[in-house]
Every structure is written in C-alpha cells, then in structure tokens.
Nanobody
C-alpha cells in the first residue's frame, strides 16, 4: 500500500501561483509514476500531469502544459505541481495518485489516491 497526502492548496487571485505538494509513504518502491488530477464540482476528474518516478519524464494535459510544472524529489518521496497564471476555471479539488503501471492519463490506471487539496481561484 502507498499512502499519499496532498498539501498547498488555497485561495488565490487570478494570475497568481500555487505549489502543491504530494507526500508518498508506504510501499513507494512499487510506484512507477505519480500523477496529478483535478475535479471541479459537477465535472469528471481530469488528468493534469504525470511524472515517472525513475528518470523523471513528464507528461501534461495540453491545456495546462504551458502553465503547470510537475517535479519530484525521490529522496523525500515528494511530488510537486507548480501552477502559474491561475485562472478561475482552474478551481478544483486537486489529487495526486500513484500508479504501478507506467504513464497514463486515465483515472482507472492509478492504484492509490490522496484525499485532495482544494484550489480556489478568484476573478
């Protein structure tokens, strides 16, 4: 089992920045990668970004790749999501999730999920 805890969410004005953190513990050796997803009220959970645990290759949703940056610290077992130029439509509950099966943008391919951290962007 892998436990994931997100932090760093909050209220920010449009155009501002936030850095989300995801701390992993437990059987982290089984992870091949970590992804960030988000879910706005009344909408489906959507893929934001993914980083391979070994090698650090990154993948992004097209609509976010110019503003968001995913990174990791293998020593600390942490993954970060730097979000710049935030827009009101970025308001959502942001989740980190771990997979044993390599890169995927599909919710169903992730085995472990955190509880989420709320990001609210005011106009």
């Amino acid at each position: 089992q892998v436990q994931l805890v997100e932090s760093g969410g909050g209220l920010v004005q449009a155009g501002g920045s936030l850095r989300l953190s995801c701390t992993a513990s437990g059987a982290t050796v089984s992870m091949t990668g970590v992804g960030w997803f988000r879910q706005a009220p009344g909408k489906e959970r959507e893929f934001v970004a993914h980083i391979r645990w070994n090698g650090g290759s990154t993948y992004y949703a097209d609509s976010m790749k110019d503003r968001f940056t995913i990174s990791r610290d293998n020593v600390k077992n942490m993954v970060y999501l730097q979000m710049n130029g935030l827009k009101p439509e970025d308001t959502a509950l942001y989740y980190c999730a771990a997979t044993r099966f390599g890169y995927s943008a599909l919710v169903s391919n992730y085995d472990y999920w955190g509880q989420g951290t709320q990001v609210t962007v005011s106009s």
